[in-house]
């Protein structure tokens, strides 16, 4: 591909194609010029053709020993590329929602939805090696719920990669072991793969928290004042907390910390709000 793309026909095309064609559209980062930004706001919901509609919210994935059957691993398979599609979405949604941001914001945002389109193909790889295609299992909107609450740039940074993705660098090494003892390497490689380019997208995600931060704030007090309910740092780990992970992405000791000891409201207050 040698000629130039312009991002906002790109972004909207990702964000309200109804295909995987559209979802996957081919671009070279390089090669993007800044689109003319639209007039209106970006719809809060991604098109979606009627076998990937969206129609659940927040199944559990199979636990990590429940790898050894088949059926388990092509279930979490397809979750995990539910999370690649909703995140590049997202992303093609940031670029229009946030016109007023500088070039080089959207710029990184491009390049980081590139690698996501990388992943979902992975994904796709492995799911039609257990013998599925996208789509065949139910698709659900747990990011896309959250997009209501992602009014301005340090709001969808700090969701979207200061907790989803971060949350995804324990969430990746945690099944890429579980994928590897049950035998599964493939798996297990396209895990660490997507960990890998995951710590570089929390890293580009807190370096824009930081510039947009105000004077004198530190990265996790800018996470704490902006962060929309009921996302924060409890959502932004998983149980097998890696410290290494997040310290290759240039997060301060200080939020690090924050995020081992953070407890869901569930959790700080275990009766509230149950009857009986
Ligand atoms: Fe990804
Ligand atoms: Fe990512």
Redesign the pocket.
């Known amino acids: 591909m040698t000629t130039e793309t312009d991002t906002t026909r790109l972004a909207l095309r990702i964000l309200q194609g109804t295909t995987l064609e559209d979802k996957l559209a081919a671009f070279d980062p390089a090669l993007l010029v800044d689109g003319v930004p639209l007039p209106a706001v970006p719809p809060r919901e991604p098109g979606r053709a009627p076998s990937l509609r969206i129609i659940s919210q927040g199944e559990r994935l199979p636990r990590p020993g429940q790898l050894t059957a088949a059926a388990a691993r092509a279930e979490c398979l397809h979750r995990f590329a539910n999370?690649?599609l909703q995140?590049?979405e997202l992303m093609a949604w940031a670029v229009l929602a946030f016109p007023a941001m500088p070039w080089s914001f959207r710029q990184g945002i491009m390049n980081?939805l590139h690698?996501?389109q990388?992943?979902?193909r992975l994904y796709l790889g492995r799911l039609a090696a257990h013998g599925l295609r996208f789509g065949d299992l139910a698709c659900n909107g747990n990011f896309w719920a959250q997009a209501v609450r992602l009014g301005d740039p340090l709001a969808f940074l700090c969701a979207v990669g200061l907790t989803f993705?971060t949350a995804?660098l324990d969430f990746a090494l945690l099944y890429r072991d579980a994928f590897r003892t049950a035998g599964a390497e493939a798996e297990a490689s396209v895990m660490q793969r997507?960990h890998d380019?995951?710590v570089g997208?929390v890293a580009w995600s807190a370096s824009w928290v930081r510039r947009l931060a105000r004077p004198a704030e530190t990265l996790l007090q800018a996470y704490q004042r902006v962060t929309p309910f009921p996302l924060g740092l409890h959502r932004a780990k998983g149980r097998n907390f890696v410290v290494s992970s997040r310290v290759r992405a240039g997060l301060e000791a200080d939020f690090v910390e924050a995020t081992r000891v953070a407890r869901s409201p569930q959790e700080q207050h275990p009766r509230r709000g149950r009857p009986g």
């Open positions: 999370h690649e995140a590049l980081n690698d996501e990388r992943h979902f993705e995804n997507i380019d995951e997208h």
